[in-house]
């Protein structure tokens, strides 16, 4: 294969200003924030989050869009994406940034930290019992590059880990079950439910009062827990709420919702049994991926494979 020339990067972001990423991608690219035109034949590459729709659809000279995050559902929101290769987000920075946050909320869940707050604003003085790790199942739903390290984390930690994945996947030392059939066994046998998953046709709205329900309860905890770092759109807000009001779920925390920012008038804001934070489990650092943006191009202009694709059927 001949080898290709220097291409020109478009960088494509709402909700940001991406001054950085552009400094970045300028130390070794000719970057532009605007395609000249809806057929610029001059970008090569576009490094997007949520990008505006249909900004890349004609543009004829397009070799490879990259994400900016590890989820492309920010993407594939367009139909009108051209059938380029996408490549996701798979970095060391990230995934600790995920593996440091799943570990956070699993263990303020597991010793109690909302029970201790409680009891420190009303001056009360009372250990309840207490239970290891090992006493406690956390399920992972997704196994991808952020479940695995997730999980990996935890047993090392001393939890029960459980996975779940739609193809089949063999992790050590976590029980692991997927697709369809394996959904409600997985939900069986978890206290602690770590949502990591892609939002895709097949996973949104998964996380909904049914799929709740279906958790188990006999454990230390008092009650089962959710914690959602995939996405807002994989869960039913309202059927958290109902679910953590009636006792089906004791606790959870939450980084993403269905709609975000969450609006002020969310009764999620206030609920004592929810901790939020504004969906920022694992933020996108541009020091640590621009880099690796830039050794994939110049890899692919050599004509190396890129890495980390999105398969397009599957969504994610
Ligand atoms: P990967 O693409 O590496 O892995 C996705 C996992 O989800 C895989 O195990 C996959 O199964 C599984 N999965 C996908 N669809 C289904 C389905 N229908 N049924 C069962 N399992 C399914 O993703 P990452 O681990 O890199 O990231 C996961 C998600 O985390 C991202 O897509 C993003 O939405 C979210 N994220 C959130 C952040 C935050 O700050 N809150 C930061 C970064 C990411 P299989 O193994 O069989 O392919
Ligand atoms: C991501 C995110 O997908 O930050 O990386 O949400």
Redesign the pocket.
């Known amino acids: 294969m001949p080898k290709l020339d220097k291409g020109r990067v478009l960088l494509a972001v709402t909700g940001f200003h991406p001054q950085r990423w552009h400094e970045l991608l300028s130390t070794e690219r000719e970057v532009v924030l605007e395609p000249n035109g809806p057929s610029d034949p001059s970008i090569a590459y576009a490094v997007v989050w949520k990008q505006k729709p249909n900004l890349l659809t004609n543009l004829p000279n397009l070799r490879a869009i990259f994400s900016i995050?590890?989820?492309?559902?920010h993407i594939m929101a367009d139909p009108t994406v051209p059938d380029v290769p996408i490549v996701?987000?798979?970095a060391d920075n990230?995934t600790q940034?995920?593996v440091e946050?799943v570990v956070w909320r699993v263990l303020e869940h597991h010793r109690q930290a909302m029970l201790y707050q409680g009891q420190q604003k009303k001056k009360i003085w009372h250990e309840p019992p207490q239970r290891t790790a090992n006493d406690i199942s956390v399920g992972i739903?997704?196994?991808?590059?952020?479940?695995?390290a997730a999980a990996s984390a935890l047993l090392s930690l001393g939890f029960r880990v459980n996975g779940?994945?739609?193809?089949?996947?063999q992790v050590a030392d976590v029980s692991t079950f997927?697709?369809d059939s394996g959904l409600v066994p997985f939900l069986n046998a978890t206290d602690i439910l770590v949502v990591?998953?892609?939002?895709?046709p097949?996973?949104k709205g998964i996380v909904n009062y049914g799929l709740l329900k279906e958790l188990r309860k006999r454990n230390g905890l008092g009650g089962a827990v959710l914690i959602n770092?995939?996405?807002g759109r994989l869960q039913k807000d309202a059927d958290i709420l109902r679910a953590l009001d009636d006792g089906t779920l004791k606790e959870a925390s939450l980084?993403?919702f269905e709609v975000e920012p969450l609006p002020r008038t969310s009764p999620i804001w206030s609920h004592p049994k929810i901790f939020v934070t504004p969906?920022?489990?694992?933020?996108?650092d541009p020091n640590h991926l621009v880099p690796i943006m830039l050794r994939q191009m110049s890899a692919f202009e050599r004509g190396e494979p890129l890495q980390n694709l999105v398969d397009r059927t599957?969504?994610?």
Not at 69 to 73: E, K, L, N, S, Y
Not at 141 to 146: I, K, P
Not at 164 to 169: L, P
């Open positions: 995050g590890a989820g492309v559902d996701k987000v798979v990230l940034h995920m946050f739903m997704g196994l991808g590059s952020l479940g695995r779940w994945s739609r193809k089949e996947q997927n697709g990591l998953l892609p939002l895709t097949a996973t770092a995939g996405r980084d993403v969906h920022a489990a694992a933020t996108s599957a969504g994610y």
